[in-house]
């Protein structure tokens, strides 16, 4: 039973355009949202976080916009640089915080 | 401040050995959740521990344990390795509050032959 679904494991973006990927969940205690970046064998790295009492958080070219209501999350990047390709997980938690379910991952590509 | 810690980086075991894995979270966090990443399985969650105690598990078989010491420095051990504990482990720290952002360490590649 996967939780937490990113239902397309590859974007490609032209530099300088909007990149969008999109995050699907099931579990309505979630209450606490992530967005990280990885590279191959590294960890993962931190981009932007939403909690549930909002519907929006912006932080630079990154913007994450929650719909409750839809079950879905979608983080925007403006605009997609080609350092920004790597893949993609969003991650959700319930209240207590140290369990992070994930998605599968989406491999952005954004060419020059 | 320095970010979360793992050593060692690369592990290279045999079947049946047991390996022990430790991480070093961030000065102030008190929060350690482990993570095993595998192309199959993507990223799924081990334990957390919380105040030397393991507050949460998924759904991983009693070959994995771990544990947190009074600094909050943890370490996971696996015992009798199979071929398909094969994998990136990655270990995160936070401040252990609801709603705090987990950060991640490099991990460590394990390859058990």
């Known amino acids: 039973d996967q939780q937490v679904k990113q239902n397309s494991p590859s974007l490609s973006v032209q530099e300088g355009r909007i990149s969008i990927l999109n995050c699907d969940y099931t579990n309505s205690m979630f209450d606490y949202f992530l967005w990280y970046k990885k590279y191959p064998a590294e960890g993962p790295t931190f981009l932007i976080s939403i909690s549930s009492i909002k519907d929006k958080n912006e932080d630079g070219r990154f913007t994450v916009f929650l719909n409750k209501s839809a079950k879905h999350l979608s983080l925007h990047i403006v605009p997609s640089q080609p350092g920004d390709s790597a893949v993609y997980f969003c991650?959700?938690?319930?209240?207590?915080?140290?369990?992070?379910?994930f998605g599968q991952g989406t491999e952005l590509s954004v060419k020059p | 401040k320095a970010g979360v810690t793992q050593t060692p980086r690369y592990l290279i075991k045999t079947r049946g050995q047991q390996v022990t894995l430790s991480c070093s979270p961030i000065?102030?966090?008190?929060?350690v959740s482990w993570y095993q990443q595998t192309p199959g399985q993507g990223l799924q969650f081990l334990f957390e521990?919380?105040?030397?105690?393991?507050?949460n598990k998924g759904n991983f078989p009693g070959r994995f344990s771990g544990r947190q010491f009074s600094n909050s420095r943890s370490e996971m051990n696996v015992s009798t390795l199979e071929l398909g504990d094969s994998a990136l482990y990655l270990c995160a720290s936070s401040l252990a509050v609801s709603g705090e952002t987990q950060y991640f360490g490099p991990g460590t590649r394990l390859l058990v032959l």
């Open positions: 000065s102030g966090h008190r929060s």
């Open positions: 991650a959700a938690s319930a209240w207590q915080g140290g369990k992070l379910i």
């Open positions: 521990y919380f105040s030397e105690t393991q507050r």
